[in-house]
């Protein structure tokens, strides 16, 4: 059986500035994450670099900053 490799978006991709701007509207850094909620230093380079991240992950972050998922990420067109 032959599989089909995976699909990705060619024409949009995921951009965290909301995410810097609602970690400062809630006076916190990216270390309370680390610390409060175990999420992995590569998550955080990821989200830093604009790759995609796991939606249970950013559902969590949504959690703990008591947020909507727009806060934490948007998708822009591609470069």
């Known amino acids: 059986m032959v599989k089909n490799p995976r699909r990705k978006a060619t024409k949009i991709r995921p951009s965290y500035k909301p995410f810097e701007k609602t970690l400062i509207d809630k006076d916190k850094i ?5 610390d409060d909620l175990g999420i ?12 995609y ?27």
Do not use: G, R, W
């Not at 990216?30 to 680390?34: P, Y």
């Not at 992995?40 to 790759?51: A, C, G, I, Q």
């Not at 972050?61 to 909507?68: A, T």
């Open 53 to 79: 991240v796991a939606l249970d992950v950013i559902a969590l972050i949504c959690e703990y900053l008591e947020c909507e998922i727009q806060d934490i990420v948007e998708f822009v067109p591609a470069d």
């Open 30 to 34: 990216k270390q309370n994450l680390k």
């Open 40 to 51: 992995s230093p590569s998550t955080l380079h990821k989200m830093k670099h604009n790759e």
